[in-house]
């Protein structure tokens, strides 16, 4: 009766769909037919356009976390800033060329250099570069005490070119508010700024080099989908050309019906904000659901945004995310009985993550080793750019251009630290596995499409566990790695990933792309610039404590200073069972990669077993679970047409729950100020 019932629908579903396929099932975006305007590739306008996107997203952003409290717009791999914020311009122009013609419609390319721009420059607010950039620097004078004997083994660390001291009480008016009528101590900051401006810039461009050199190796040869991709192409690939009032991506009945299902749902409890009487749908609230004794529990929380993503992933993967979720569950349970050290409460730590990062880093290397014909021939064309070793005519940048970047970025970056105290012993391993840790995190998002990903171990973490523990690191090098990880460690891939998305976009830029490489460079310094300088100013004029409840100013600062006050106090030494279940991780990653390459019906995806445990993947596997499903339906009731037909749906549904957000923002800003609400999480 029930599978009779599931095929009525389908059917019914398919009459609906009867137009011509969404997207083509190779995944292959073409780009809409724009006679008007002409798609003459990246314009200056575009560029222009793009640039006020950044300016906007940035205001935005930290508003809306310090001083409204309300939904994150720079967290997850696809912020929702600028997400929000295009789709608000795609449609706003659509509706202006409609009425006042043509002239205010951009080509399918102008939207994917503005979307662009408006990308890279999201790492920059908040939980980009400035809230921990701001943190680091404020946090070690102002919080010192007797007790945590900070003045004693941090301070004698700190070069004063790159982290001011606290004499004339600059640091104490950023957290408590400024003396009535006392301008804003720039002179403080200017200097080290400065500083810190030049060293996250080499970072990033080294890294934003770095991923154009692989965009071939992952994009043509491996032919990796990028599913995290398809939507965005979609939006920006149909935009409004005049000819309706709005764009031709937001058209068709079961786009409607996506848009409905979840704008009834968000509206209706952003309604309840103002009668708390009315029940809500739980859509910003999960719960930890007990396992059993001695087992990590499981979190149980369907995110809407995680789903419209999810859904473009591959089965395979999606089933192996949540797999090896439970995979987790129950060894952790099962050591931890042993008495075995394998989570903390809700995730994997220890034991367990030494075998995630085991299983990680063997992945990294096994990416790199078959790619080592690409590096090659990507070297020689760089080292002879007239010869016909490859053709780099589709990148942003040529061959050359990336690696004399990337050379002298990472030169300016060895010597900025070294001049900072860290030990060149310490350099020699943490900047290689800076690279490895990024890349590996920008290819596990080229091949998932999943938005909320994070390496289970830090470069530090690993060039710790390389050198035999904390001991044999200078006390300068521990006191440094928490200010440098602002760029070195960053929990996002930096612009590595950043990068191998917008590389990804670029192939579906018409003419001249070439000046797109200039915009992201200006849109990323704007975008650290403008929002590290426009939190210092909050602070200085509302007082940072009151950008509480914030983790990034206050918490953060703390745990990381701690941490290198505690290794230099006392350094512990690597233990010996944690090097055997980083042999087991790796040695159970090539296991699986043998299978995989050896037997195509093979169902579980590696990248499940490189991130299990990890804290965002446990608080998003019950999504990847529900979407897995939804999908794993949906193919086995009306098979691939079925499946390409219900992409509207979920189009829909992703342009419903970004609106969603900006109208909660706009509520917020309106009636709870600042006590505001989170529609939008960060998981």
Same mark, same amino acid.
């Given at each position: ?23 083509t099932a190779q995944q292959t975006y073409p780009i809409a037919d724009s006679p008007d305007p002409a798609n003459k590739g990246v314009t200056v306008r575009s560029l222009i356009f793009g640039l006020v996107l950044v300016v906007t997203i940035n205001a935005l952003a930290t508003v809306a976390r310090y001083i409204m409290h309300s939904s994150f717009m720079a967290y997850s791999h696809m912020p929702m800033g600028n997400l929000m914020l295009t789709l608000l311009c795609l449609i706003v122009c659509s509706v202006l060329a409609r009425y006042f *013609? ?26 980009? #570069? ?50 009535? &009528? ?42 990796? #989908?990028?599913?995290?991709? =398809?939507?965005? #192409? ?13 764009? =031709? ?8 019906? &996506? ?71 129950? =060894? ?6 042993? *008495? ?98 990024? *890349? ?135 233990? =010996? ?9 790796? !040695? ?24 299990? &445990? ?57 009636? !709870?100020?600042?006590? &505001?609400?989170? #529609?939008?999480?960060?998981?």
């Open positions: 009766m029930t599978a009779l019932l599931l095929k009525t629908i389908a059917s019914h579903v398919l009459r609906l769909t009867s137009h011509p396929p969404f997207m *013609g043509k002239r205010f419609a951009f080509s399918p390319s102008e939207w994917l250099a503005i979307f662009s721009m408006g990308f890279i420059c999201s790492l920059g607010p908040t939980y980009g #570069v400035s809230g921990y950039l701001v943190g680091v620097i404020v946090t070690p004078y102002y919080f010192s005490s007797p007790e945590n004997r900070w003045a004693e083994f941090l301070h004698p660390h700190l070069p004063e070119w790159i982290i001011p001291s606290n004499r004339d009480g600059a640091m104490n008016w950023f957290y408590d508010g400024l003396p009535a &009528g006392a301008p804003v101590p720039w002179s403080v900051w200017l200097g080290p700024l400065f500083w810190w401006f030049t060293f996250v810039c080499a970072i990033a461009l080294a890294c934003f080099c770095a991923s154009v050199i692989m965009r071939k190796q992952w994009a043509e040869y491996e032919k990796l #989908v990028y599913p995290a991709m =398809e939507p965005i #192409v979609e939006l920006t690939t149909q935009p409004g050309t005049g000819r309706t009032y709005l764009p =031709e991506f937001m058209q068709g009945r079961m786009f409607w019906t &996506g848009f409905g299902v979840v704008g009834v749902i968000f509206v209706w409890n952003i309604i309840a904000w103002f009668h708390p009487a009315l029940p809500k749908f739980p859509t910003a609230a999960g719960t930890w659901v007990p396992i059993g004794r001695n087992f990590p529990p499981q979190w149980v929380f369907i995110s809407t945004v995680g789903i419209c993503f999810s859904y473009f992933a591959s089965l395979e993967l999606l089933f192996s995310m949540w797999l090896f979720d439970l995979i987790f569950i129950v =060894e952790s349970g099962i050591l931890d009985q042993l *008495g075995i050290t394998a989570f903390n409460r809700y995730y994997a730590s220890k034991r367990y993550l030494w075998q995630t990062t085991g299983a990680f880093v063997a992945l990294s290397l096994w990416w790199v080793w078959i790619a080592r014909a690409h590096l090659k021939e990507a070297f020689q064309k760089a080292l002879h750019p007239k010869s016909e070793h490859i053709d780099d005519s589709r990148e942003l940048i040529s061959y050359r251009a990336a690696f004399c970047y990337l050379a002298a970025s990472v030169a300016y970056a060895l010597v900025w630290l070294s001049a900072a105290g860290m030990a060149w012993k310490v350099l020699a391993i943490l900047l290689p596995f800076m690279f490895l840790s990024y *890349g590996a995190v920008s290819k596990i998002l080229a091949d998932s499409g999943l938005i909320y990903v994070k390496a289970p171990s830090t470069a530090w973490t690993l060039t710790t566990a390389l050198m035999g523990g904390a001991r044999a690191i200078p006390a300068a090098s521990h006191a440094m790695i928490y200010p440098a990880s602002v760029a070195i460690d960053h929990f996002r891939g930096f612009t590595f990933s950043v990068g191998t998305h917008l590389n990804r976009l670029s192939d579906f830029i018409t003419g001249n792309k070439r000046p797109l490489f200039g915009g992201l460079c200006v849109a990323f310094v704007i975008g650290i610039v403008s929002s590290t300088l426009f939190t210092i100013w909050l602070g200085y004029r509302i007082g940072g404590y009151n950008f509480s409840p914030n983790w990034l100013i206050i918490r953060a600062g703390i745990g990381g200073y701690q941490n290198s006050v505690n290794a230099i106090i006392s350094p512990q030494p690597m233990e =010996e069972i944690d090097y055997w279940f980083f042999l087991i991780g790796a !040695f159970a990653m090539y296991a699986l990669l043998f299978l995989r390459y050896q037997f195509t019906w093979w169902p579980l995806h590696p990248i499940g077993l490189a991130l299990s &445990g990890t804290g965002l993947a446990r608080l998003t596997s019950f999504t990847i679970f529900v979407a897995w499903l939804i999908k794993f339906t949906l193919l086995r009731i009306g098979g691939a047409p079925f499946y390409r037909r219900s992409k509207p749906f979920f189009i829909g549904m992703l342009v419903a729950y970004v609106l969603s957000t900006a109208l909660g923002l706009v509520v917020d800003a309106i009636w !709870f100020m600042p006590q &505001g609400h989170t #529609v939008h999480k960060w998981y």
